[in-house]
């Protein structure tokens, strides 16, 4: 197996923190709306629940990338080899995931709560998002 340089951990950490940053940003206003929201259908509820995983997932991906940036940054006060970092990366990496999913889950059902039509495009858009989104990490 191959071993990353810290260097690359370092700017990988620190774009993966602005993504998280901007997204979870974006599920945390989801999540405030829909509290603020009188309507309390299954699906609403089904929204909540997943704008919550969302939010939650990009708040640790965010923690756990500060820490893999904090470490690799070139005046860390601690020996730090690529291998240390592993736990917390795979941990942000699948949070990040989860989120990023969580994200394009929201953006998929929400047309549901409209009509059937908006809710066929809003899934079909989705579809094509996750799609292309995994194409593109490959």
Do not use: C, H
Not at 37 to 55: D, G, V, W, Y
């Amino acid at each position: 197996m191959f071993e990353l340089s810290l260097e690359y951990l370092n700017t990988f950490a620190n774009q993966i923190i602005f993504i998280s940053a901007l997204l979870g940003g974006f599920s945390l206003t989801v999540l405030v709306l829909l509290l603020d929201n009188k309507e309390s259908s299954k699906l609403m509820a089904s929204i909540f629940r997943i704008a919550t995983i969302a939010t939650g997932a990009f708040l640790v991906s965010i923690f756990a990338m500060t820490k893999i940036f904090m470490m690799t940054t070139k005046d860390f006060p601690l020996e730090v080899e690529s291998e240390d970092l592993l736990l917390t990366r795979v941990i942000g990496v699948i949070v990040f995931l989860i989120g990023l999913v969580s994200v394009i889950l929201i953006m998929s059902i929400s047309g549901w709560t409209k009509s059937k039509n908006l809710g066929w495009f809003t899934t079909i858009i989705g579809v094509i998002t996750l799609v292309l989104t995994f194409l593109m990490l490959i």
